[in-house]
């Protein structure tokens, strides 16, 4: 059984106890998918049958199981902040997103995506991480995505700060070396901090280290800030990586951009990893790290629903940090992107 456990409140009935089925699921005159309709498949609860606040706390108040088996799709979280450098309180995230997440529907108009029609999907609670001891939490990580890469589950990650990188090991032993579409402030490939090799500012260091990627198809987008060089971004394009700094995205759309990113990615397994620092912390400003000047809510849903018909085999989004997001506004802003990245996954119908 998966380390994993429920996050938010204590079990009891389930978010869908009492509900009638969701109205107003499906565009009126639209054709529909005969296998988008008709399967039986995990539901959100409607508000207009359950009230908001009803239910365990889960991400849209789904289900919530201890075993990916028979699942297409789960959020997980990974409640961690042990290697941060800066503002802590990112353990908590997932928990404030899950709150959020209850002014989510099923459906997304801008993009005809019926996820819950299309997918089987539940909340898989948190990895049972270890606060005091950071490589025994990576250690924990990695054994629990083992188990659902295994079950055929495409992951959709709550957190953690990403000295959790080895969430996307299992990924690439399933899929092979893996393309990376990575929205952010920082590069994070920072060799080592304070003598750590193991910390959120190196996670791309160490998968260029381990072999995880395909270093052709990574591209990061949002990066800016200072730096203590005059060429920070050498050691990326070393490796082939595309770096879109945020400057280069200020005041026009990025859906030109995502139309290269969808050429370079191609038909190949391609894994999402979004830090809600890439959002200028007027949106944004719940987070560890924060730097001035970046991307605006809405080139944050063109990037993802840019990848929509790509092979994306895994997402995060990651460094929540409720302490300093006091209206709550950062964890709505995850959650939502989290909804988007789930209607991106490539089995979900479109109407």
């Given amino acids: 059984m998966l380390r994993l456990l429920a996050s938010g409140c204590a079990r009891g009935p389930g978010p869908g106890v009492g509900a009638r089925p969701a109205a107003?699921?499906?565009?009126?005159?639209?054709?529909?998918?005969?296998?988008?309709?008709?399967?039986p498949r995990?539901?959100?609860p409607s508000p207009e049958f359950v009230a908001r606040p009803v239910g365990v706390c889960s991400m849209m108040r789904l289900p919530v199981q201890t075993s990916p088996e028979g699942l297409d799709a789960a959020f997980i979280g990974v409640p961690l902040d042990t290697g941060t450098s800066n503002r802590?309180?990112?353990?908590?995230?997932?928990?404030?997103?899950?709150?959020?997440?209850?002014?989510?529907?099923?459906?997304n108009p801008s993009t005809g995506a019926l996820p819950f029609q299309s997918l089987m999907v539940a909340d898989l609670g948190d990895v049972n991480v270890n606060l005091y001891n950071l490589q025994d939490s990576c250690r924990r990580i990695q054994e629990?995505?083992?188990?659902?890469?295994?079950?055929?589950?495409?992951?959709?990650?709550?957190g953690p700060h990403r000295e959790g990188w080895p969430l996307s090991c299992p990924v690439v032993i399933r899929h092979g070396p893996v393309g990376l579409l990575h929205v952010d402030a920082h590069t994070d490939t920072t060799d080592k901090a304070l003598g750590e090799k193991l910390y959120h500012g190196a996670p791309f260091r160490r998968c260029v280290d381990e072999g995880l990627l395909d270093c052709k198809r990574v591209v990061q987008i949002g990066i800016r800030g200072s730096s203590t060089t005059l060429d920070p971004y050498r050691y990326n394009r070393s490796q082939g990586f595309r770096v879109v700094l945020a400057e280069d995205c200020w005041m026009?759309?990025?859906?030109?951009?995502?139309?290269?990113?969808?050429?370079?990615?191609g038909g190949k397994p391609i894994y999402i990893s979004f830090d809600i620092d890439a959002l200028d912390p007027a949106y944004a400003p719940g987070t560890g790290t924060p730097e001035i000047a970046g991307l605006t809510p809405s080139q944050a849903l063109e990037i993802i629903r840019g990848c929509q018909g790509l092979n994306v085999v895994g997402c995060d989004l990651v460094e929540v940090s409720p302490p300093?997001?006091?209206?709550?506004?950062?964890?709505?802003?995850?959650?939502?992107?989290?909804?988007?990245?789930l209607c991106a996954l490539p089995k979900v119908t479109t109407v």
């Fill in 144 to 158: 629990a995505y083992e188990k659902i890469v295994a079950a055929g589950c495409i992951p959709l990650t709550l």
């Fill in 252 to 265: 026009k759309s990025l859906v030109p951009l995502m139309g290269e990113v969808r050429q370079q990615m």
């Fill in 24 to 39: 107003g699921l499906f565009h009126p005159g639209r054709r529909q998918s005969r296998q988008a309709s008709d399967a």
């Fill in 88 to 107: 802590p309180g990112a353990r908590f995230g997932p928990r404030r997103i899950r709150e959020e997440s209850v002014m989510l529907r099923t459906v």
């Fill in 42 to 44: 995990n539901q959100p």
């Fill in 324 to 341: 300093y997001d006091l209206s709550g506004n950062t964890a709505l802003l995850a959650a939502n992107l989290l909804f988007e990245m």
